[in-house]
């Protein structure tokens, strides 16, 4: 049978691939939380805008058959 070695060097890469993945996998999410967070707010204030454009072409609908 075949013995399986580990050296060293190659065990310290590893864990510095993981590690490095984890970071870059943290560093990623944090990124996408907040951009997903700003267009939920983008999303929100575009539903706001709307409202009250809506609002203001009532009234001046209002006024114009007012008149």
């Not at 049978?1 to 310290?12: G, Q, Y």
């Not at 706001?48 to 809506?54: I, K």
């Amino acid at each position: 049978m075949k013995k399986f070695e580990l050296n060293l060097d190659a065990l310290i890469v590893l864990v510095l691939l993981f590690v490095l993945s984890l970071g870059v996998n943290f560093t990623l999410y944090r990124l996408y939380s907040s951009e997903t967070k700003a267009n939920v707010k983008m999303q929100i204030q575009a539903q706001v805008d709307q409202l009250n454009l809506a609002s203001m072409r009532a009234y001046i609908n209002k006024l114009e058959t007012a008149e």
